[in-house]
């Protein structure tokens, strides 16, 4: 198997998904006039807009060495599983929770945090939310060796892996309210999300989840949407310009390790809890 082959047989999930979410966003919008306190913020907008075209320039630029990584692990493991429907059920499971493990991590060490601090940024919470993708967050790719290496054809895994992003665009929005309950006990839902990017004291850290709540529920990270979150970070951003939101956290994790004297403390300022 080659990457050329492998960019042939993926079918590009997101690319026919565009429509759709470009007329989710229009729908969003023209619900949320009639609340103009929970209008759109133009500068908010644009923020989220550029930051998620850098991000699709960022992706097609790394497609083939994403694409030639997951090959690579795949070839080293000794066993296959064939692509049958059940095998679909098992790449998304566990990308899925490879995901919830990146996110955990992501807010629990600076150096990750600086990868995803980005979409954290905003102090609204709408669809346009969900194209803040920090342009470095594919330093996370590590965390999705064990999809690779579940032996699932990688056409399938990079496909699951499609569908796990896309269903996060969906959470990132005010105007869907609580769900069926035996819904929100299995998958995330716009209020868990809300929650994960609530600054309330009671919210911070809260609902890692991407597709599954799961495993929020399992490993003692989940909250339900108990009081109106407070969008944004502990300590508000001071520009809207797409690199400082890009950068800001990498820019001060520089400054910090030039300070330090050790490599504990080198250690300690990227592997540390964020500040």
Known sequence: ??????????????LYAVPILILALLIEWL??????????????????LGIGIGSLIINALLKSFMLALGIFFY????????????SWLVALVVIDFCNYLAHYTAHKQRVWWATHVTHHSSEHLNLSTAFRNSWTQHLKIIFFIP?????????????????????????HTEVIGRLPRWFEFIFVTPSHHRVHHGSNDAYLDKNFGSMLIVWDRLFGTFQEETETPKYGLTKPVESQNVVYLNFHEWRDIWHDLRKTRSLKGAVKVLFGPPV
């Not at 492998?6 to 997101?14: G, S, T, V």
């Not at 070839?75 to 059940?86: D, G, Q």
């Not at 999809?147 to 895994?157: D, E, F, Y």
């Open 1 to 14: 198997m080659n990457v050329q082959q492998l960019e042939q047989d993926l079918p590009p999930i997101l």
């Open 31 to 48: 619900i949320i006039r009639i609340h103009p306190e929970k209008d759109y913020d133009g500068a908010d907008f644009r923020a989220s």
């Open 147 to 171: 999809a690779w290496l579940t032996g699932v054809h990688p056409v399938i895994a990079f496909s699951c892996y499609q569908l796990d992003l896309l269903y996060q665009f969906w959470i």
């Open 75 to 86: 070839e080293l493991t000794p066993w296959r599983i064939p692509p049958t429907w059940w």
